[in-house]
């Protein structure tokens, strides 16, 4: 496994890759490796020649300074993982070396930036845009790969890929669970083991949705019981729980089960902020 810390660093080997004929899949992280992150890396080796992951914990995607100075740095740990699951190569770039200067671009995704995260995280998809951008264009990969966790910013990425004409393929790979069905996630390890339990509100109540629309149930209806059930939790504060596209998240107002649909959940737990989604109609 090759660590490297420049886009400079990379470009011999992203040459003798080109002269090889060999594909390189990107798994872009923020480092905290879980086993989520893990199944990214093991679908990039299955269909790429060469895996390139990176680790860069972006700032100009955190619209809660609180949550950026306490997002886990586990960068030893990480590589460790890595190196286990035979990565080619990681990039490991300084904040001074990917923002030499703030950047004074900004990306707008149109109405994927008035619903759901866009609505609740202000200026978060620019962030995401803007480094996606810069990671695609130093690595230049064949195919990247995303967590349908993630679900919105999976949409806004395949948009910005569609819409700037980057020669790459978007892969999403399914939500990995813990056994109770709680999706994992780096923000996980901060919660207590009070809060580890309630978490499970999301899955179970996406779970619940889903069963209640495939037996006829109305949305609303629906929609309005969970609300109650979060309401009625003390550490949870429910910020949106809705039913949507899930490539152009157009916020349905009724079940149509001869459309793609998923449900989409944010709630805070204590101080920790969870998202997560399931499909309904696929």
């Known amino acids: 496994m090759q660590v490297f810390n420049t886009g400079a660093e990379w470009q011999k080997n992203w040459l003798q890759a080109l002269q090889t004929k060999k594909s390189i899949g990107f798994v872009p992280t923020m480092g905290a490796l879980h086993e989520g992150h893990l199944d990214l890396i093991r679908a990039s080796k299955k269909s790429t020649d060469l895996t390139v992951v990176s680790i860069f914990v972006n700032p100009i995607q955190f619209n809660?300074?609180?949550?950026?100075?306490?997002?886990?740095?586990l960068t030893d740990q990480d590589l460790k993982l890595l190196e286990k699951e035979n990565v080619d190569?990681?990039?490991?770039p300084s904040a001074e070396s990917v923002y030499p200067e703030k950047p004074r671009l900004s990306f707008n995704f149109g109405e994927l930036e008035t619903v759901l995260e866009g609505a609740f995280r202000p200026g978060h998809f620019s962030g995401v845009g803007v480094i996606v951008s810069k990671l695609f264009n130093i690595i230049r990969p064949h195919q990247s790969f995303f967590g349908q966790k993630d679900l919105q910013q999976v949409a806004i990425i395949k948009r910005m890929v569609a819409d700037l004409s980057f020669p790459v393929e978007i892969t999403v790979v399914p939500t990995r669970r813990e056994g109770d069905g709680l999706a994992l996630s780096s923000r996980n390890m901060r919660l207590s083991s009070s809060e580890r339990e309630k978490a499970l509100l999301l899955f179970n109540n996406l779970t619940h949705a889903k069963n209640e629309l495939m037996k006829g149930e109305?949305?609303?209806?629906?929609?309005?019981?969970i609300?109650?059930?979060?309401?009625?939790?003390?550490?949870?504060?429910?910020e949106y729980f809705e039913l949507v596209d899930p490539e152009t998240f157009l916020?349905?107002?009724?079940?149509?089960?001869?459309?793609?649909?998923?449900?989409c959940v944010a709630s805070y737990i204590g101080n920790i902020r969870l998202i997560d989604n399931l499909p309904i109609i696929p």
């Open 227 to 238: 609300t109650q059930v979060f309401e009625a939790e003390p550490l949870a504060k429910l």
């Open 89 to 92: 190569f990681v990039f490991l």
């Open 64 to 73: 809660n300074s609180e949550d950026f100075e306490k997002y886990p740095i």
């Open 251 to 263: 916020v349905y107002s009724e079940f149509d089960p001869t459309k793609k649909s998923s449900i």
């Open 218 to 225: 109305k949305w609303l209806a629906v929609r309005n019981q």
